[in-house]
């Protein structure tokens, strides 16, 4: 029998002062072990940090762009030789944020330099959740599927220049390409008895989400479709995240889990 405890080490929150990183920061301070926490905003990680700080957490934080090239190394330094026994990767963008390029970047490129900083440094029996997005399966045409593909086995932006065009097809083929980002390092985290996993979110209830609404009609209307009746909130994915990181979850891995109130199911999806 595979014997189910806790991993050892810290743990990694990107995004922590988002909808969905400061839940999933507050789920993970009562574990009682060190939180690494990164957002954009400087002040608004602060603010974060200080209030698990006063509930005796010990925090280590790093603002900044997670698309910095010296960004892993500088998050994993903050580690100070110790394992990895979660991380939680909320940060990105939404079609509204950015050009296409950026978006890719973003979402894609910087998440998987970051997954592969943090698979050597994964203690046994940790495990890292990654944010795709309900769009990625909506991302249905065989060619750009296999454009997907090619992007995440080393074909860079090129690979989906011809489909990326617009953010609002950028960010799809970037959560797309977590999805099979997750699939591919099953193994390589495997090596070292960690696990790696996504969650798809659908309609939360975010800043973000908010805004995304605002300039669009469409994804007003499919929210009035989804079968719960309601967005989710940021504390919903922030605990389906703490169950995969969790030995409950320990032989989960390589997948992507739907987080949408049914709303792909209910498209066909």
């Given amino acids: 029998m595979v014997e189910k405890r806790p991993a050892n080490g810290a743990i990694i929150i990107t995004g922590a002062a988002g909808g969905m990183g400061r839940p999933a920061a507050i789920r993970f301070a009562r574990r009682g072990q060190p939180l690494i926490l990164s957002d954009i905003s400087g002040e608004r990680l602060a603010a974060i940090a200080a209030l698990l700080e006063a509930e005796g957490a010990q925090v280590s934080t790093l603002p900044g762009d ?64 990654l944010i795709s997005s309900s769009s990625g399966y909506m991302v249905t045409a065989p060619e750009m599927i296999e454009a997907v593909k090619a992007m ?90 703490e169950f995969l990181c969790s030995p409950a979850a320990s032989y989960v891995s390589g997948c992507d889990i739907k987080v949408d109130g049914g709303s792909l199911g209910d498209l066909g999806f």
């Fill in 66 to 129: 997670i698309s910095a090239p010296d960004y892993p190394d500088r998050i994993c330094a903050l580690l100070e030789g110790q394992p990895i026994a979660a991380v939680v990767h909320t940060a990105g963008l939404s079609p509204t944020m950015a050009d296409p390029e950026r978006i890719l970047e973003v979402n894609y490129f910087a998440t998987e330099r970051l997954t592969a900083a943090f698979a050597p440094r994964m203690a046994e029996g940790g495990c890292a959740v």
């Fill in 152 to 241: 995440v086995h080393g074909g860079g932006q090129g690979a989906v220049a011809a489909f990326a065009k617009t953010p609002q097809m950028a960010y799809p083929i970037s959560k797309l390409g977590v999805m099979k980002l997750v699939a591919r390092e099953a193994a390589r985290f495997g090596e070292r008895g960690a696990r790696i996993a996504s969650i798809a979110p659908g309609f939360i209830d975010t800043e973000m989400s908010q805004a995304e609404a605002l300039a669009s009609e469409q994804m007003r209307a499919m929210m009035e479709r989804v079968p719960l009746r309601r967005m989710g909130l940021g504390d919903e994915i922030a605990s389906v995240a």
